[in-house]
């Protein structure tokens, strides 16, 4: 018996309505092979050379009832992920966003990351995607090399269950420097959005993870994931991204949303003294976010008590801003069904379907995407 | 039926200058832009701040992100605790000019009531407003207040000896003897009070 929604929720699935899109479910290979099959020659000897995270959890980084029937890495058995996590909850799309542990930002050769990022578009395109016609693609490129990110972006964002682009949350710089600019416009181009997931911060190359310096352990690293999407965010406003490319659609991912009403506030008050600055903004920053960025749940928000979250939803217009994520198999994943504090039906069906349908520009049926 | 109050000397107020008067116990900004005169509250509708104590600045736009125009110079002014822009012709805020804005009241050139008033328009009576003016600031916010026209070349004679030894000074100008050159102006007392209506 599919264990789908929440006693209470009326509506979802029904008339045609979806029921779940999750915006976050790690999918990886079961072995490294996979991936260096498509890598170009030059790199093949190498296999995946890739920064690792140094921070260690003690209870591992995965659920751990959902390691394959052969013992294999959960994420891996695609078919594992349509039993326990689609049809399970009935899941009417589901974004892939791969193995944080590929790191490309913090990669520091950029060929090599270029190489990377176009193997594993392949095998999601050729393995994963056409698994299910219900999952979504993330690809991945290499941000250090916006030009050769623009061309993946071209060569691989036509297909139609790709839709994003993924940047890790660690950078060299914010991502709203110009650098970076020619994603954007490829994405813009492409009708992708793009999405900041945690990956590569404080490894390789990349900046440490907090502005405070490296953290001591993984609880600290874990606690600060929106912190770094905070400054990564205030670039992109400042700088004009969201002035520069009005139908661009950016998705954080992963760095929880506890923070988005004092990110607003902030910003807006500043904007207010500061405006001569960044005089290209046309409107307060807060309105570019609630017009074209989206925050995911995972992992929720738990407040001392049940009716802060509810004043949280309505401090960061969540019936626009907020989408589900489940991040699948990891530790510290929420339940499509218990993860989210009660709301009301009209709450929920925006944060469970609809904004993401308006971020990924699904059709209701996955069947008519083109 | 509106109060009328007589404010300074038009030719005390020249182009780019700004006084601060007391009008039967409210705090009223009064600004000279390009030869038009405009008053607004002292008093910014975000925090109460003496609004018009702040630095005047121009208007900052941008045809695309990365891009900077200057424009209306004199025109705006900041806040001086956290720098909200207004217009000072209209009284509205730059960030939400439809919403948020400093209340204004209407000016004009009249002849004063009081004949007197317009006779003390000489050099040393000519500093009141400005007088008034630096009593609330520093003399960085003065600095702001004054542009290159406002010193020797001054048509209506309004500037003061000591002004003109600043701008002097400011602008590498050397004065041609000991004594300033008071009795080079051409002193033409401009005729009628700035009034403030309220």
């Known amino acids: 018996m599919a264990e789908r929604t929440h006693p209470g929720f009326e509506g979802a699935g029904a008339d045609g309505e979806l029921t779940l899109i999750d915006a976050d479910v790690h999918q990886r290979w079961a072995d490294e092979s996979e991936i260096v099959q498509y890598l170009p020659e030059r790199y093949r000897d190498d296999g995946l050379v890739l920064p690792t995270l140094l921070y260690r959890n003690p209870g591992?980084?995965?659920?751990?009832?959902?390691?394959?029937?052969?013992?294999g890495t959960p994420g891996s058995d695609l078919e594992k992920i349509v039993d326990d996590h689609l049809d399970r909850y009935g899941i009417d799309?589901?974004?892939f966003t791969g193995n944080s542990w590929l790191n490309l930002g913090a990669v520091p050769n950029r060929d090599y990351a270029g190489a990377?990022?176009?193997a594993y578009n392949r095998w999601l395109i050729e393995?994963?995607?056409?698994?299910?016609?219900?999952?979504?693609?993330s690809i991945f490129v290499p941000v250090r090399d916006p030009d050769r990110a623009a061309e993946l972006i071209g060569e691989y964002g036509e297909h139609p269950q790709v839709r994003q682009v993924m940047l890790p949350g660690g950078s060299e710089v914010p991502y709203g420097r110009p650098q970076y600019w020619p994603i954007y416009e490829a994405a813009q181009e492409q009708n992708l959005a793009v999405a900041v997931h945690p990956f590569s911060e404080g490894h390789g190359v990349s900046n440490p993870p907090t502005g405070a310096g490296h953290p001591n352990n993984y609880i600290e690293w874990h606690t600060l994931l929106g912190t770094i999407f905070m400054g990564q965010l205030a670039s992109m406003i400042t700088e004009g991204v969201?002035?520069?490319?009005?139908?661009?659609?950016?998705?954080?991912?992963?760095?929880?949303?506890g923070w988005v009403p004092h990110f607003m506030w902030r910003m807006d008050k500043n904007w207010k003294g500061l405006r001569s600055q960044v005089p290209w903004l046309e409107k307060p920053p807060s309105e570019y976010i609630r017009e074209q960025v989206w925050f995911a749940s995972q992992p929720v928000e738990e407040p001392e008590r049940p009716d802060h979250h509810s004043h949280l939803m309505e401090m960061m217009h969540a019936e626009e801003t907020l989408i589900f994520a489940s991040d699948y198999p990891h530790w510290d994943g929420d339940s499509p069904v218990w993860g989210l504090p009660p709301m009301d039906d009209g709450l929920e069906r925006a944060v469970r379907y609809e904004n993401a349908q308006r971020l990924w520009d699904l059709p209701a049926d996955p069947g008519d995407l083109a | 039926m509106k109060t009328r109050f007589e404010v300074c000397p038009a030719a005390d107020l020249g182009p780019g200058e700004r006084t601060i008067a007391d009008l039967d116990g409210l705090s009223v900004g009064v600004f000279n832009v390009d030869g038009d005169y405009y008053a607004l509250k002292?008093?910014?509708?975000?925090?109460?701040?003496?609004?018009?104590?702040?630095?005047?600045?121009?208007?900052?736009?941008?045809?695309?992100?990365?891009?900077?125009?200057?424009?209306?110079?004199?025109?705006?002014v900041r806040c001086p605790w956290h720098g909200w822009e207004f217009d000072v012709t209209t009284g509205e805020s730059v960030f939400n000019p439809h919403r948020v804005k400093a209340k204004t009241f209407e000016t004009s050139v009249e002849d004063s009531?009081?004949?007197?008033?317009?006779?003390?328009?000489?050099?040393?009576?000519?500093?009141?407003?400005?007088?008034?003016?630096?009593?609330?600031t520093t003399a960085d916010d003065a600095d702001t207040v004054d542009t290159p026209d406002n010193g020797a070349e001054t048509e209506d004679g309004a500037?003061?000896?000591?002004?003109?030894?600043?701008?002097?000074?400011?602008?590498?100008?050397?004065?041609?003897?000991?004594?300033?050159?008071?009795?080079?102006?051409?002193?033409?007392?401009?005729?009628?009070?700035?009034?403030?209506?309220?």
Not at chain 2, 49 to 65: D, I, K, Q, V, Y
Not at chain 2, 119 to 127: G, I, K, V
Not at chain 2, 159 to 168: I, L, M, N, Q
């Open chain 2, 42 to 76: 002292n008093d910014c509708p975000h925090q109460r701040a003496p609004l018009c104590e702040g630095s005047l600045t121009g208007l900052m736009t941008a045809e695309a992100p990365g891009e900077f125009e200057y424009g209306r110079d004199g025109e705006i």
């Open chain 2, 113 to 136: 009531d009081d004949p007197g008033t317009v006779e003390t328009s000489e050099p040393a009576s000519a500093n009141a407003g400005r007088l008034d003016f630096s009593t609330g």
């Open chain 1, 116 to 118: 990377v990022a176009e």
């Open chain 1, 127 to 137: 393995e994963c995607l056409s698994v299910d016609e219900r999952f979504l693609g």
């Open chain 1, 242 to 257: 969201f002035v520069e490319y009005p139908e661009l659609r950016v998705a954080f991912i992963e760095g929880g949303y």
């Open chain 1, 60 to 71: 591992g980084y995965f659920k751990d009832d959902e390691f394959t029937d052969d013992g």
């Open chain 2, 159 to 198: 500037a003061t000896d000591a002004e003109a030894t600043t701008e002097a000074d400011r602008y590498g100008a050397t004065l041609a003897g000991e004594e300033p050159p008071v009795d080079t102006y051409d002193v033409d007392v401009e005729e009628g009070v700035v009034v403030v209506y309220l």
């Open chain 1, 93 to 95: 799309y589901a974004m």
